[in-house]
């Protein structure tokens, strides 16, 4: 968490580094921290918790970046607690099976979207049947944990070197 702090400490406000500050004279609170749970420790308002989903995207944003594969399908409108990719060359099917052998649950395409259809959303915004054939929504939420972020982008290197090889640029 301390290294996460160092790499995105710029982003936060002086609220959220108070908060962090007094977490860290809790060092056996980690491994169960999550965003609700912090809040109730803390007392702090719902927009802070936002801000703090918004921070966990960030991460796995930031770490996706690095897979040349990987196509990021958001805007600046996009929630913090949905990020929808796509992957080059395959069906966003095959990536979610190899994710689920491994524990990891995501969600093909964008909801409401028929299967084995291309996701109505992402072809509306990038007009490419691919991309819209080959996304999937990855979920957080208030309880999602910094540990469950780093195990997910394990997770997500090892399936992608399986499909592509060497991985990160």
Same mark, same amino acid.
Do not use: W
């Given at each position: 968490?301390?290294?996460?702090?160092?790499?995105?400490g710029?982003h936060?406000?002086?609220?959220?580094?108070?908060?962090?500050?007094? !977490?860290?004279?809790?060092?056996?609170?980690?491994?169960?921290? =999550?965003?609700? *749970? +912090?809040?109730?420790?803390? %007392?702090? $308002?719902?927009?802070?918790?936002?801000?703090m989903?918004?921070k966990?995207?960030?991460?796995?944003?930031?770490? !996706?970046?690095?897979?040349?594969?990987?196509?990021?399908?958001? =805007?600046?409108? *996009? +929630?913090?607690?949905?990020? %929808?990719? $796509?992957?080059?060359?395959?069906k966003?099917?095959?990536?979610?099976?190899?994710?689920?052998?491994?524990?990891?649950?995501?969600?093909?395409?964008?909801?409401?979207?028929?299967?084995?259809?291309? *996701?109505?959303?992402?072809?509306?915004?990038?007009?490419?049947?691919?991309?819209?054939?080959?996304?999937?929504?990855?979920?957080?939420?208030?309880?999602?944990?910094?540990?469950?972020?780093?195990?997910?982008?394990?997770?997500?290197?090892q399936?992608?070197?399986?499909?592509?090889?060497?991985?990160?640029?």
């Open positions: 968490m301390i290294k996460n702090f160092q790499k995105h710029n936060l406000t002086e609220l959220e580094i108070e908060c962090f500050n007094k !977490l860290l004279a809790f060092h056996d609170l980690e491994p169960s921290l =999550t965003i609700s *749970s +912090l809040a109730d420790t803390l %007392n702090v $308002s719902t927009t802070t918790i936002f801000r989903v918004k966990l995207n960030y991460k796995i944003v930031d770490e !996706l970046k690095e897979y040349p594969q990987v196509l990021l399908n958001h =805007t600046e409108c *996009s +929630l913090p607690h949905v990020i %929808n990719i $796509s992957l080059k060359g395959i966003a099917t095959k990536f979610a099976e190899l994710l689920d052998h491994q524990g990891v649950y995501v969600s093909t395409k964008t909801s409401c979207c028929p299967a084995e259809t291309p *996701s109505k959303m992402i072809y509306a915004l990038f007009h490419d049947r691919g991309r819209a054939l080959s996304s999937f929504r990855i979920s957080l939420s208030h309880l999602t944990t910094e540990k469950e972020i780093d195990e997910f982008l394990a997770i997500f290197s399936c992608y070197k399986e499909c592509f090889g060497n991985g990160k640029i």
